[in-house]
């Protein structure tokens, strides 16, 4: 496939974007929910701030319930999973039936995890099928540029989630660098004075995750 | 024929159909929603001998509607010979003056025609509908097969099958062969389309580029595919799936949002090829159904080797007085209606709805077709493991490009209500895959 349009640009960069915000945060909430088990009940609170995400919950359960599964919370994981399922499936003719079909195995997964009294099994499921699509994509998709355009929304969600959640200096360089590679391949307009200022803040002893947060989203000249 | 093998494994097969979203959506109570197809494993059984019959005449049928086509946008030597009175043909809604004097790519107005049939009981073949417009369901059966023998390979090993997962490459080689030098597209209204499945499916399979209007862009007389870098590359031939009306605002409804401005300025100047071709509903009207066995006698001096279900138009009086006589045995058909709306069984109408459709009837003669019920054989379908009969239809896909081909399968769709003869997947039918047997 040759000619890709910018509404095809637009939905490959959010998959990327999508299944990297659920596959981290879905992470995320494996340790919070563990944490929980122990009664520590305000353990959700912290959780929330990290991701800057509202505190709307009013208890340890609830938050196990609606974060999880309330298609109405906008910043529920299963709200991001159907805005990825929401893109891959008008990509089907460019990432292939099998790549989008990991994608609907992990809604089917979720949804089956809302009936469940552990739903953590089902959510491993989810995790997996969201790796099986990465592996896919690299696999499968014949066009470098199209891989890349994904590739790229997964790098900036992912600096994007790391900053917030204050991961390691190490982390934070080795995805401000899986990024500036990544994005000097593909076709997009972007910043490359952004990427420098990245490169020059994860390089800090003690890296300002605010300011990388606020560069990473301002990268890309389209798509934001 | 009966294969317990893949019988047994019905349920596999529709989690595989759920897991690469074979659905389609549906509106209810103005909400979107995507449902499953459900799927039975007995397939439709056509033996050789029968496919050959139905493929001669498919085509037969094919190549006649195709000439009608050409004939009424030009010379309509057919309505002067008396064949078809003009009054059917001008006020045919699917009638479009704008195609008048425009000859498409390749001289072929329906490249994609689905043909519904259905085998009555007395083993023959009717046929019931014929869509030139933007028939769709070919990639149902594509993909289920795919499935099935993935699930059961010893089937397919024991059967001589003609293989469907040709379908792409008809396809493919349909839009290539009207191709004026370009990208061939399949252009879709977008993802709350009931068919969008099949849109995004074979733009997979044919490498075709999946577009919606929004992604064209018409330029020196030219369709230009727009890149996200602001590139252009020139499109050839567009499979395109939204309806007339919406196709270009300039030209038909205004109102469109969907289609491309003057994306008809470019056909008309042989520029890009529209498949199907703007204008044909005019020969898959219900009212010129009927003349259809006609025109294979008028265009190709042949006689029809298939056959139109009994069909009375109450347009004329003396099918008027049939219709009247004889109301209770029939089923009415709204001609301006698809989807299996619009059909109204007359015995199964109450005294008062009679009398309301009669005398609609007497209003608006022109708008209703009256055929005789055809007594359609049965299939099994399997239901929590055990094998109930329903009715059952076949749609049966003929390409025309730089020839004419059946494809050797088809859709069989099925009611799943046992007293219900409307098959349609939006009320509620699943399908079936169409074996045809290569010896």
């Known amino acids: ?224 | 024929m009966y294969d317990m093998d893949l019988c047994d494994r019905t349920d596999t097969i529709n989690e595989l159909l759920a897991r690469y979203g074979v659905k389609f959506g549906i509106y209810k109570n103005n909400t979107f929603k995507e449902q499953l197809f459900p799927f039975d494993a007995i397939p439709r059984v056509i033996g050789k001998q029968e496919f050959d019959m139905l493929e001669r005449g498919l085509r037969q049928r094919v190549d006649a509607l195709n000439l009608f086509l050409r004939d009424i946008y030009s010379e309509k030597k057919i309505i002067r010979d008396g064949i078809v009175p003009e009054d059917f043909v001008y006020s045919s809604s699917g009638y479009l003056v704008q195609c008048e004097g425009v000859t498409p790519p390749g001289g072929i107005y329906s490249h994609i025609s689905g043909i519904d049939l259905v085998k009555g009981r007395d083993g023959e073949w009717y046929i019931l509908e014929d869509n030139l417009r933007v028939p769709s369901g070919a990639s149902y059966p594509m993909i289920a097969r795919a499935l099935c023998r993935r699930c059961s390979p010893r089937t397919f090993q024991q059967y001589h099958l003609e293989d469907n997962r040709n379908y792409a490459e008809l396809l493919k080689e349909t839009m290539d062969a009207v191709n004026t030098g370009g990208l061939n597209v399949i252009l879709t209204p977008g993802r709350y389309n009931a068919a969008y499945f099949e849109h995004s499916y074979l733009a997979e399979k044919t490498g075709a580029h999946l577009a919606n209007g929004s992604e064209l862009t018409v330029e020196d007389n030219k369709l230009f595919l727009v890149g996200y870098s602001g590139k252009k590359e020139r499109v050839g031939a567009v499979y395109r799936r939204i309806s007339d009306e919406y196709l270009d605002p300039m030209t038909f409804n205004p109102e469109s949002v969907i289609g491309i401005p003057h994306i008809y300025d470019v056909y008309r100047a042989g520029n890009v090829a529209l498949l199907n071709a703007p204008g044909n509903g005019v020969a898959d009207d219900k009212g010129i159904y009927y003349f259809v066995s006609k025109m294979i006698r008028y265009y190709l001096d042949q006689e029809p080797v298939l056959y139109n279900a009994p069909t009375y138009l109450p347009f004329y009086d003396d099918d008027y007085q049939f219709v009247l006589d004889h109301f209770d045995r029939l089923v009415l058909k709204d001609v301006a209606e698809a989807g299996g709306y619009g059909v109204v069984f007359a015995d199964k109408m109450t005294k008062a709805q009679k009398e309301d459709f009669l005398a609609l009837l007497a209003r608006e003669r022109r708008r209703f077709i009256a055929q005789e019920v055809i007594d359609f054989e049965d299939l099994d379908i399997l239901e929590e493991n055990c094998a109930v009969s329903r009715k059952a239809d076949l749609r049966a896909f003929v390409l025309s490009g730089k020839e004419t081909k059946v494809w050797k399968s088809g859709l069989t769709r099925f009611s799943r209500n046992p007293d219900s003869f409307i098959v349609n997947s939006s009320q509620g039918g699943g399908f079936k895959d169409t074996w045809v047997l290569s010896q």
């Open chain 1, 1 to 224: 496939m040759g000619i890709i349009s910018v509404e095809q640009t637009d939905r490959l960069y959010w998959l990327g974007r999508y299944t990297e915000r659920v596959y981290t945060t879905m992470r995320l909430y494996f340790t919070t929910y563990d944490t929980m088990i122990d009664r520590i009940a305000r353990e959700y609170s912290a959780f929330c701030r990290k991701l800057d995400i509202p505190d709307i919950y009013e208890s340890g359960d609830d938050f196990c319930r609606r974060y999880a599964f309330d298609e109405t919370d906008e910043n529920s994981m299963i709200s991001n999973l159907k805005r990825a399922y929401d893109n891959a499936i008008v990509l089907r003719e460019e990432i292939g039936s099998e790549a989008l079909s990991y994608i609907q195995l992990a809604i089917y997964e979720i949804q089956k995890a809302s009936g469940s009294a552990a739903p953590l099994m089902e959510f491993q499921r989810v995790l997996d099928n969201l790796m099986a699509f990465w592996g896919i994509c690299d696999d499968q998709i014949a066009s470098e540029n199209v891989r890349n355009i994904l590739k790229v929304g997964k790098r900036i969600e992912r600096i994007d989630l790391y900053g917030r959640l204050h991961r390691s200096r190490e982390e934070l360089g080795r995805e401000v660098h899986r990024l500036s590679g990544r994005i000097e391949r593909c076709n997009l307009k972007y910043r490359k004075d952004i990427v420098e200022q990245l490169t020059e803040l994860v390089q800090a002893e003690e890296p300002d995750c605010r300011a990388i947060v606020s560069a990473v989203e301002q990268i890309l000249e389209v798509c934001a």
